[in-house]
């Protein structure tokens, strides 16, 4: 029994359908956010003398609370979760939500890098921003870590000065 012209039709609408979607799926662009409260402290306090804490605010937020508010703070590492790991590039948009100090201006540093899976950077990017007292400001890296290599690690790094807020970190990756 041959196949009938409504057979052949249907055969090459399926066919085009999963065409259609493994095309997509190809050009893939994941986006993720996390909260603050993810990222760590990343080195030594600053000062002998001084007594510092941690709070991560209402569970979301990250924040260096100090005795004595030396106004440069402490380095914090955020964590960013590669989810296209053999794609070579990089990240589509890269955004920082901070919040200020709530009585005075502060400045907030932050290096984004991606790396090789040995640790050697492929490419970084810096902002600096001075947040005006209890304001949500945002540093936007846009699309400048434009660039990874297969199963490579992203990481952001920033100088998080007393009393100062990272909310949220979100980042898009998009398949090549």
């Known amino acids: 029994m041959s196949p009938s012209f409504r057979d052949h039709r249907f055969l090459l609408a399926l066919s085009a359908a999963i065409s259609l979607a493994l095309a997509t799926s190809a050009e893939a662009n994941v986006r993720t956010t996390i909260p603050g409260s993810a990222c760590e402290e990343g080195g030594i306090f600053p000062g002998a003398n001084n007594t510092q804490h941690i709070r991560h605010g209402n569970g979301h ?3 260096y609370v100090a005795d004595v508010d030396d106004g440069v703070g402490i380095p914090v590492e955020c964590p960013l979760n590669r989810n296209l790991p053999l794609s070579t590039a990089g990240l589509s948009d890269l955004e920082v939500v901070v919040e200020g100090h709530p009585t005075a201006t502060r400045q907030v540093i932050c290096s984004a890098f991606s790396m090789r899976p040995d640790g050697t950077v492929v490419d970084v990017a810096f902002r600096s921003v001075n947040i005006p007292p209890a304001a949500f400001v945002t540093l936007d890296f846009g699309k400048d870590i434009n660039m990874s290599v297969p199963k490579g690690i ?23």
């Open 61 to 63: 937020s990250f924040e």
């Open 154 to 176: 992203y990481h952001l790094s920033c100088q998080l000065p007393p009393h100062v807020e990272i909310h949220s970190v979100y980042h898009s990756e998009e398949e090549n």
